[in-house]
């Protein structure tokens, strides 16, 4: 079984930049195959970026250009740079191999 865990959320001014990451608890062989996903209230789960089976990484419109997910496969974690941040940007972030989920990190951005 894998174990995801999220972290680097939290407040930040619109214009402004998070960094998140997401750590297994064991070598992802296939690390490649993970995707960052995020819910804001009210809204449906949406996929945010994602490395694939091809190993390109796909971005979301709404995204394209501001974040940037990377890898570091020493360190079995990746990551979701942030930048340009907008409100509309506020969600739970979650990351996710295969089936597993994260349990999220809150992102605000907000003045």
């Known amino acids: 079984q894998v174990q995801l865990v999220e972290s680097g959320g939290g407040l930040v001014q619109p214009g402004g930049s998070l960094r998140l990451s997401c750590a297994a608890s064991?070598?992802?062989?296939?690390?490649?195959?993970m995707g960052w996903y995020r819910q804001a209230p009210g809204k449906e789960r949406e996929l945010v970026a994602s490395?694939?089976?091809?190993?390109?990484?796909n971005y979301a419109d709404s995204v394209k250009g501001r974040f940037t997910m990377s890898r570091d496969n020493a360190k079995n974690t990746v990551y979701l740079q942030m930048n340009s941040l907008k409100p509309e940007d506020t969600a739970v972030y979650y990351c996710?191999?295969?089936?597993?989920w994260g349990k999220g990190t809150l992102v605000t951005v907000s003045p």
């Open positions: 490395f694939t089976s091809a190993n390109s990484t």
């Open positions: 996710k191999f295969m089936h597993y």
């Open positions: 064991r070598i992802i062989l296939s690390i490649n195959v």
